[in-house]
Antibody
Framework: QLHLQESGPGLVRPSETLSLTCTVSGGSISSSDYYWGWIRQPPGKGLEWIGSIFYSGSTDYNPSLKSRLTISIDTSKNQFSLNLNSVTAADTAVYHC???????????WGQGTLVTVSS | QSALTQPPSASGSPGQSVTISCTGTSSDVGGYNYVSWYQQHPGKAPKLMIYEVDKRPSGVPDRFSGSKSGNTASLTVSGLQAEDEADYYCSSYAGRNIVFGGGTKLTVL
């Protein structure tokens, strides 16, 4: 049974960098069958795909976030991470990590973690 | 990339059928057979209900079905049950990206 768990600060100051890590258990992050992704949901709003990474390190990013975004992977720890810089209040959201079947669909979701951007 | 268009709300009585639409463009919904649908109950993570237009993951009731015509995909829930009340999101592959719809709140009357 695959389990994904997000971790990181729940409060980030404006203009700083939001950093989250997803720890994967019950499956290998080095599988060639999956991508590993991030999706966010502002309070009371819809889902927004942030980006994804393959075990090789190849990434795909949402064009609207690309200039501020870095997704990385650590296969030795079975983890992948999200860094979003220059954050504003608009980046306040529940951030989910996920296992994707390539960029076709999202098969498994983490429970999500709320990140608030505020001074 | 623009979000896919879904109606904000839909409703039906127990036992009835309801269909939720999801309209995109030839660059996403119309261009690929990679439309998926997710169910989200309040405070919970989304759950995959339909993938690749009309495929159901193991464990999803066959009351849920998907289809596509041109740039519009649809999710049909037959034999509505109280537990089907939730938010539903469509999604599509959009050329190295994933794009979501704005979501539809399904109410079981």
């Amino acid at each position: 049974q695959l389990h994904l768990q997000e971790s990181g600060p729940g409060l980030v100051r404006p203009s700083e960098t939001l950093s989250l890590t997803c720890t994967v258990s019950g499956g290998s992050i080095s599988s060639s069958d999956y991508y590993w992704g991030w999706i966010r949901q502002p309070p009371g709003k819809g889902l927004e795909w942030i980006g994804s990474i393959f075990y090789s390190g190849s990434t795909d990013y949402n064009p609207s976030l690309k200039s501020r975004l870095t997704i990385s992977i650590d296969t030795s720890k079975n983890q992948f991470s999200l860094n979003l810089n220059s954050v504003t209040a608009a980046d306040t959201a529940v951030y989910h990590c996920a296992r994707q079947v390539y960029n076709r669909y999202i098969q498994d979701w983490g429970q999500g973690t709320l990140v608030t951007v505020s001074s | 990339q623009s979000a896919l268009t879904q109606p904000p709300s839909a409703s039906g009585s127990p036992g009835q059928s309801v269909t939720i639409s999801c309209t995109g463009t030839s660059s996403d919904v119309g261009g690929y057979n990679y439309v998926s649908w997710y169910q989200q109950h309040p405070g919970k993570a989304p759950k995959l209900m339909i993938y690749e237009v009309d495929k159901r993951p193991s464990g999803v009731p066959d009351r849920f079905s998907g289809s596509k015509s041109g740039n519009t995909a649809s999710l049909t829930v037959s034999g509505l049950q109280a537990e089907d009340e939730a938010d539903y999101y469509c999604s599509s592959y959009a050329g190295r990206n994933i794009v979501f719809g704005g979501g539809t709140k399904l109410t079981v009357l």
